[in-house]
């Protein structure tokens, strides 16, 4: 189960140059439900998600090279691709922030993710002052949406 929020970021956060990031690409071979096939750095995966917006099913199968640069092809819409930073944030315990700064089709949009351990954790979640709007319940910067081309940024 994935439970996380999400927001639109307007301001990068100080001495972003420190963190750790890597380059993603993914495409979205289904939209309902979810399937998607991404590389992340030297991984790559295939991935299906359930239903929800705050908490859904996810379940994520590793691919090889060749595996993915086949399904990458057949890939509706629009290839996603972004550079995913993880900074660290600590509030009430010790949190991830995993920060999409996107390239290509989206270049400009950057968005923030939290995962959380339950539900209740996620909804008393106090973002960093430099995170934007809370988009977790509207469902519009949903990477499945952005691939369709339905976001104007």
Excluded: C
């Excluded at 990068?12 to 420190?18: F, I, K, M, T």
């Excluded at 086949?70 to 009430?92: E, M, N, W």
């Amino acid at each position: 189960m994935e439970i996380e929020r999400k927001f639109l970021v307007k301001t990068l956060p100080d001495r972003l140059q420190d963190y750790p990031f890597r380059e993603i690409e993914q495409g979205y071979l289904n939209t309902d439900p979810v399937v998607r096939v991404r590389k992340d750095g030297d991984s790559y995966y295939l991935t299906y998600k359930g239903k929800g917006l705050l908490a859904r099913e996810e379940y994520n199968l590793p691919l090889n090279q060749a595996a993915y640069e086949h399904l990458i092809q057949k890939a509706d819409g629009i290839v996603l691709t972004k550079r995913r930073y993880r900074i660290p944030f600590v509030s009430v315990r010790e949190y991830t922030i995993e920060l999409d700064i996107f390239s290509g089709t989206y270049d400009g949009l950057v968005l923030a993710e939290v995962e959380f351990e339950s539900e209740e954790e996620a909804r008393n979640f106090a973002p960093p002052q430099w995170f934007g709007r809370d988009v977790t319940f509207s469902g519009e910067f949903q990477n499945s949406r952005l691939s369709q081309g339905k976001i104007q940024i």
